[in-house]
């Protein structure tokens, strides 16, 4: 038996063929560039009857199909809101996909859910029963898995925990993506780092040499590790917020693991155990002992494998994640 897992991601769409044990059997990957709306749609479209044809190819057709979007699935209207893809505010993909699928069924979820399915399946949180993905790239959104099922909220928007609130006072800027995103994402280190720059006229280490304009988060871990004093600070700060949100999801959700994933880890990977010692001090005590952090097993594959994993749910028509049949 064979599944097809779909990655729509903001630059490229990543598509993998699975066999029902998590081995992969076909992959391929697609640019996403300047494509908008309907594009988009069909970019999908298309790899979905490509990868069909080369199942088919291989003498084994897929009997599902799971795809992973970078924002909210609307799983009772099977629409979706892709923030980075213009033109996606409310987009009818499912009907889309089964448009070309035939008889093969598709189910759609959010990217942060399937990093988290991804983990369990073939990654670093199997044999969990209660995980979470914190996923710090350009944003920052969390999959959740509680008692052995993901945790969705009354419209299907749970785990979106860049807009945590970790300190005060409220500022505008924070209006567009939350407090935790604006400071601690891949995008908001870039962005408070070119705050900074423009605050300190008499700064000269090792940003200087970069326009204002251009500074990244790869721009800053290059300098923390390069010893520079501004990046340091922004890099602690990072980890406090990183910290704090770690002792907020122990508290509340009494997880066993914390899986740190997405483009900044990577970079930040080392920074782990000072993240953990931050936790530790705003954390529920007993809760924060008993929990593991980690980082991502399956790295950029992660979507991927979670969209796979979905579309072998589909087939097995159960939701908890710990049926033997899906083992």
């Given at each position: 038996?064979?599944?097809l897992?779909?990655?729509?991601?903001?630059?490229?769409l990543?598509?993998?063929?699975f066999?029902g044990?998590?081995?992969?059997?076909?992959?391929?990957?697609?640019?996403?560039?300047?494509?908008?709306r309907a594009?988009?749609?069909?970019?999908?479209s298309?790899?979905v009857?490509d990868?069909i044809?080369v199942?088919?190819?291989?003498g084994?057709?897929?009997?599902?199909?799971?795809?992973?979007?970078?924002?909210i699935?609307?799983?009772?209207?099977?629409?979706v809101?892709?923030?980075?893809?213009?033109?996606?505010?409310?987009?009818?993909?499912?009907?889309e996909l089964t448009?070309?699928?035939?008889?093969?069924?598709v189910?759609?979820?959010?990217?942060?859910?399937?990093?988290i399915?991804?983990?369990v399946?073939?990654?670093?949180?199997?044999g969990?029963?209660?995980?979470v993905?914190?996923?710090v790239?350009t944003?920052?959104?969390a999959?959740i898995?509680?008692?052995?099922r993901?945790?969705?909220g009354?419209s299907d928007?749970?785990g979106?925990?860049?807009w945590?609130?970790?300190?005060?006072?409220f500022?505008?800027r924070?209006?567009?993506?939350?407090f935790?995103?604006?400071?601690?994402?891949?995008?908001g280190?870039?962005k408070?780092a070119?705050?900074?720059?423009?605050?300190?006229?008499?700064?000269?280490g090792?940003?200087?040499?970069?326009r204002v304009?251009?500074?990244t988060?790869?721009?800053?871990?290059?300098?923390?590790?390069m010893?520079?004093?501004?990046?340091?600070?922004?890099?602690?700060?990072?980890?406090?917020?990183?910290?704090?949100?770690?002792?907020?999801?122990?508290?509340l959700l009494?997880?066993?693991?914390?899986?740190?994933g997405?483009g900044?880890?990577?970079p930040?990977k080392?920074l782990?155990?000072a993240?953990?010692?931050?936790?530790?001090?705003?954390?529920?005590?007993?809760?924060?002992?008993?929990?593991?952090l980690?980082?991502?097993?399956?790295?950029?594959?992660?979507?991927?494998?979670?969209?796979?994993?979905?579309?072998?749910?589909s087939i097995?028509?159960?939701?908890?994640?710990f049926?033997?049949?899906?083992?």
């Amino acid at each position: 038996m064979t599944v097809l897992g779909i990655d729509l991601g903001g630059t490229k769409l990543a598509a993998s063929i699975f066999s029902g044990e998590g081995n992969v059997l076909r992959s391929e990957n697609k640019a996403i560039g300047s494509l908008k709306r309907a594009e988009v749609g069909a970019l999908i479209s298309q790899v979905v009857l490509d990868m069909i044809g080369v199942s088919d190819s291989m003498g084994d057709r897929v009997k599902a199909i799971g795809v992973s979007v970078p924002g909210i699935s609307f799983s009772g209207k099977g629409t979706v809101w892709a923030p980075n893809i213009p033109g996606w505010e409310n987009y009818p993909l499912l009907d889309e996909l089964t448009g070309v699928s035939g008889d093969i069924p598709v189910t759609i979820d959010s990217d942060r859910a399937c990093y988290i399915l991804g983990e369990v399946w073939q990654g670093n949180a199997r044999g969990c029963r209660d995980a979470v993905f914190l996923a710090v790239g350009t944003g920052i959104g969390a999959g959740i898995l509680v008692d052995g099922r993901i945790l969705r909220g009354s419209s299907d928007i749970a785990g979106s925990v860049g807009w945590m609130a970790l300190n005060r006072p409220f500022d505008d800027r924070y209006s567009g993506c939350g407090f935790f995103e604006y400071h601690s994402s891949g995008e908001g280190i870039g962005k408070v780092a070119r705050q900074y720059l423009r605050e300190q006229e008499d700064y000269s280490g090792e940003l200087s040499s970069r326009r204002v304009e251009e500074i990244t988060s790869h721009d800053v871990f290059a300098a923390y590790h390069m010893n520079d004093p501004l990046a340091k600070k922004i890099i602690h700060e990072c980890v406090g917020y990183w910290g704090m949100a770690v002792a907020n999801l122990v508290s509340l959700l009494n997880p066993e693991k914390i899986i740190f994933g997405g483009g900044v880890f990577g970079p930040a990977k080392a920074l782990l155990p000072a993240i953990r010692e931050e936790a530790e001090k705003w954390a529920q005590p007993v809760s924060m002992k008993q929990v593991t952090l980690d980082t991502s097993g399956l790295g950029g594959d992660a979507g991927v494998y979670g969209a796979g994993y979905l579309a072998l749910k589909s087939i097995i028509g159960n939701n908890n994640l710990f049926d033997k049949n899906v083992q």
